[in-house]
């Protein structure tokens, strides 16, 4: 029986403010436990929350973004239950009446586009953080993470594949980033995903039983857990079995998931208002505040590289992934003054390569674009060839030193004087004599033999093109 495939993701993005949802306690990363809970996030006797308004402008700056509602009226409530790094009992949420509902993003999956929906996108504070490391067989609980704001983003059960789901995660993240409202850290819980699937069917309208898969942290572990899931209920339904609504976690050591608990219901939650904190209103002015603030983003800015410079999807989509990354593109091919593919092609290639290589991201590139456009400028010009290129760029990452003057210092100049490449083509034809009475007896092959020779003689400064043309006109005598 052939089986559809249902998705739907639960992304939890840690916004970027300075202080909690509902304190004054610092969020940053990395304290040492417990060194950044206050009374407020325990919820201890006397202590009353008030809300983060730059957590709020955070929400509205990404509703807009999605082009979502943004309600004028939203309610914070009470989501009841029992867990060690949740102290107080319970988490302040939203529930009936998010800030954010009614969204959508458009994602691109082997060349074919799809809008998923976006159900709602609602304010909480997140829970503590439980540490199993180094306790042997205890749990250490860390409060700090308790208070942290929240960005919840539910989608619509739209999507159909691991593939396409991984596709979507990668857009929300690099749209938040876009926005500045999550550093987006995967690795530090920033920006995590909670996996719902289920299979049915094909052609079946009705949904099957869901399970979902909690905490997955990287899109690699996004994508191996939902195909393990839907192999694993697959198998389940084939040989007569039912699933089980529960909550799942995925190992990655051996790639599986496991039972974690049956799944709640939102009855089991008992959610109700908060008593301590208002109703949050927007009003239309706020709205437009913080529309005024909405930068340029990632779709948009693709489609701008695509018409002002003249570059196809595939490259207006990889330096368009990051804001840093298409920023650092539009200063090379500013500082270089001239062709942006050969620009694209040098930051998504030598570039990209000597960053992933070292472990670092775009923006602690030791080549500053200024650099690299002046290394760019040399090959435009027929100073430098691709391979000599290559050497600078080396010594460019290696040093502070510029490409100009590389060059001059290690006489990496091409060789572009015509009379003075002949001059070396009719040594190298003299010296084999062999080769090339087999050459001109029908043996092509022998071309790459002498280009070798050629680049020998010359420490691959000459020029290719030029090379390769005086080359054929002298061995067809």
Request: proline share 5%; with cysteine; glycine share 8%.
């Amino acid at each position: 029986m052939p089986w559809e495939t249902v998705i739907g993701l639960e992304i939890h993005a840690q916004l970027a403010t300075k202080s909690k949802i509902f304190s004054g306690a610092a969020t940053a990363y990395g304290a040492p436990p417990n060194t950044q809970a206050c009374a407020i996030d325990l919820g201890l006797p006397g202590t009353l929350p008030v809300l983060n308004l730059e957590a709020v402008r955070m929400a509205v700056k990404f509703g807009l973004a999605i082009g979502a509602r943004i309600a004028p009226r939203s309610v914070f409530a009470r989501k009841n239950y029992f867990y060690p790094d949740l102290p107080k009992g319970y988490q302040i949420s939203q529930y009936d009446l998010p800030v954010v509902s009614a969204g959508r993003l458009t994602i691109a999956v082997d060349g074919q586009e799809k809008t998923i929906g976006i159900t709602r996108a609602h304010l909480e504070e997140d829970a503590g953080k439980s540490l199993h490391e180094d306790f042997h067989g205890l749990t250490g609980i860390d409060l700090n993470r308790a208070g942290t704001p929240l960005l919840e983003i539910v989608s619509e059960p739209d999507l159909r594949s691991a593939k396409e789901a991984v596709a979507y995660m990668k857009k929300l993240h690099a749209l938040v980033r876009y926005l500045e409202i999550c550093d987006g850290n995967m690795q530090e819980g920033s920006f995590r995903c909670d996996a719902n699937v289920s299979i049915r069917p094909k052609g079946q309208e009705k949904f099957g039983t869901r399970t979902e898969i909690k905490n997955l942290n990287s899109f690699r572990f996004v994508e191996r857990a939902i195909n393990f899931e839907v192999e694993r209920q697959i198998e389940i339904l084939e040989s007569g079995g039912s699933i089980v609504q529960e909550t799942r976690l995925y190992d990655p050591d051996r790639d599986e998931t496991r039972a974690l608990r049956s799944k709640e219901e939102a009855n089991d939650y008992r959610y109700f208002p908060d008593p301590d904190l208002l109703p949050l209103e927007i009003s239309p002015a706020f709205i437009d505040e913080v529309r005024s603030t909405l930068p340029e983003l990632p779709d948009q800015k693709r489609d701008r590289f695509k018409a002002q410079y003249g570059l196809n999807d595939y490259d207006a989509g990889v330096l368009t992934a990051t804001r840093e990354l298409a920023d650092y593109y539009e200063a090379v091919v500013q500082a270089a003054g001239s062709d942006p593919k050969l620009c694209a092609n040098w930051v998504m290639g030598e570039l990209a390569g000597a960053l992933n290589k070292a472990g670092l991201e775009i923006e602690q590139s030791p080549v500053e674009p200024e650099r690299l456009a002046g290394l760019l400028r040399r090959i435009a010009d027929g100073t430098l060839s691709g391979k000599l290129a290559k050497q600078v760029f080396e010594t460019l990452w290696e040093t502070g030193a510029s490409a100009d003057a590389i060059i001059e210092s290690q006489g990496l100049r091409q060789i572009t004087d015509s009379d003075a490449i002949e001059r070396i083509i009719d040594a190298i034809l003299a010296a084999n004599p062999e080769q090339l009475a087999q050459y001109r007896a029908g043996k092509d092959k022998l071309f790459g033999f002498f280009v070798g020779q050629a680049m020998k003689a010359t420490q691959g400064k000459a020029n290719p093109a030029q090379l390769n043309a005086l080359l054929k006109r002298k061995l067809q005598g």
